[in-house]
């Protein structure tokens, strides 16, 4: 059996992943509100992240003689991210002992938004803020039958600080530390395997705190944008249930040989505000 590929951006995080399979918990905070809406994908692929709106006073020149790399000064922006996983190169065994091979289907669907809000001194420290709301979905069938299917949100409100420097070969790059200041992640799931039964759980982020390089790659005196965003937090409960369906997949004998492949993407865009 071939083994399983995950192919994902830098949104991997060492997120714990022991809360799916305890008690549900309460938890404090507002409910979870739902993802803004996001724009359709281009034609290339990538996504078209309206720009937060500028004021109409003219956006003055920035500082001269700074040290950071890009313009300092006042941003607002967002991240969108959006992901699709599941199965590739897939082959199974008909009831003669056969090998079938079947065409590719998604097993997960996500989609969210991060505001972003930034300010770059004139000596490239970075000091702001970030809202995500993220949601995922999952969904494991075999020959018609419903194995596993799963829910989950979250939404987190993000501090940010450090700094921009010019990373390997001269590009411009974040170099931030992330840190929760509130969130959860909540999920639910429904299970025909009895090993993993249904039921729901939420899981608190407050305090969680993490490294994050973000390269950007291009820059002007009025916006910086660039391809990958930080890391989510949904991402490792998303691998733990990947797993699981790994797992599932390769006890089945049925499924002969597969991968599965994780295309995630979180471009972003910032503009310098007057």
């Known amino acids: 059996m071939k083994a399983v590929k995950l192919q994902r951006g830098i949104l991997a995080t060492g997120l714990s992943l022991s809360f ?25 692929g990538s996504l ?10 003219a956006l003055p020149p ?15 922006g967002a991240a969108i991210l959006s992901g699709s996983g599941g199965w590739r190169n897939t082959r199974v065994r008909d009831s003669h002992g056969d090998i ?9 669907t996500q989609q969210g938004r991060a505001d972003l809000d930034i300010t770059i001194a004139c000596d490239g420290s970075v000091s702001g803020t970030a809202h995500s709301v993220t949601s995922a979905h999952i969904d494991y069938n075999t020959t018609g039958q419903a194995i596993l299917s799963a829910s989950c949100t979250s ?19 974040f170099n931030l530390q992330v840190t929760v ?23 608190t982020l407050a305090g969680k705190s993490f490294p994050a390089v973000v390269s950007i790659d291009s820059f002007s005196q009025s916006e910086l944008r660039g391809g990958q965003w930080t890391e989510d937090n949904l991402q490792p409960v998303l691998e733990q249930y990947v797993t699981l ?12 040989s597969l ?7 979180s471009p972003w865009l910032l503009t310098r505000q007057p």
Do not use: K, M
Not at 157 to 170: E, I, K, M, P, Y
């Open 20 to 44: 799916l399979l305890a008690a549900c918990s309460p938890f404090a905070n507002p409910p979870l509100t739902p993802p803004a809406a996001l724009p359709a994908p281009t034609q290339s």
């Open 48 to 57: 078209d992240i309206p720009p937060v709106p500028l004021s109409t006073v």
């Open 62 to 76: 920035p500082p001269e003689n700074c040290a950071s790399p890009v313009p300092a000064g006042h941003y607002l």
């Open 100 to 108: 079938i091979a079947v065409p590719d289907a998604d097993v997960l």
């Open 155 to 173: 939404d987190s409100r993000n501090s940010l600080s450090g700094s921009v420097t010019l990373g390997a070969g001269g590009q411009p790059q």
């Open 181 to 203: 200041t509130q969130g959860e992640v909540r999920c639910s799931w429904t299970s025909a395997v009895p090993e993993f039964p249904s039921g729901s759980n939420t899981d």
């Open 245 to 256: 369906v790994e797992n599932l997949a390769r006890q089945s004998p049925e499924i002969a």
């Open 259 to 265: 991968d599965i492949a994780l295309n995630l993407q």
